[in-house]
């Protein structure tokens, strides 16, 4: 899930950016509603320890598929090039 890509409306009025403002203001509510839903930091650079692993990893959480799924735990995330489950994840903190 990108939480960071915009939309260009032609048929707007030159200089009004209500539309753009609306629009981002509910992708950032989306995105807190999912942050607290699932206990994760996404589009910031964050600490993660994975269940098992004696290395952390470091960088920008994202959400691999486009729809949530019904279990929590089955959450498909990437870190980089490495994707894991929100089961896998032993802690996060944000950098």
């Known amino acids: ?3 960071a890509q915009g939309e260009l409306n032609f048929d707007s009025p030159a200089g009004d950016s209500t539309g753009y ?3 981002r203001a509910d992708m950032d509510a989306r995105k ?3 942050e607290s839903r699932y206990g994760i930091i ?3 650079p964050v600490h993660l320890q994975l269940i098992g692993e004696d290395n952390p990893l470091q960088g920008i959480l994202t959400i691999v598929s486009g729809k949530l799924p019904p279990v929590r735990s089955q959450l498909l995330l ?3 090039h490495r994707q894991f489950t929100l089961a896998e994840i032993e802690s ?3 950098l």
């Open 1 to 3: 899930m990108d939480f």
């Open 21 to 23: 403002h609306k629009w």
């Open 32 to 34: 807190k509603e999912i």
């Open 42 to 44: 996404l589009g910031k």
């Open 78 to 80: 990437q870190l980089a």
């Open 92 to 94: 996060i903190s944000l």
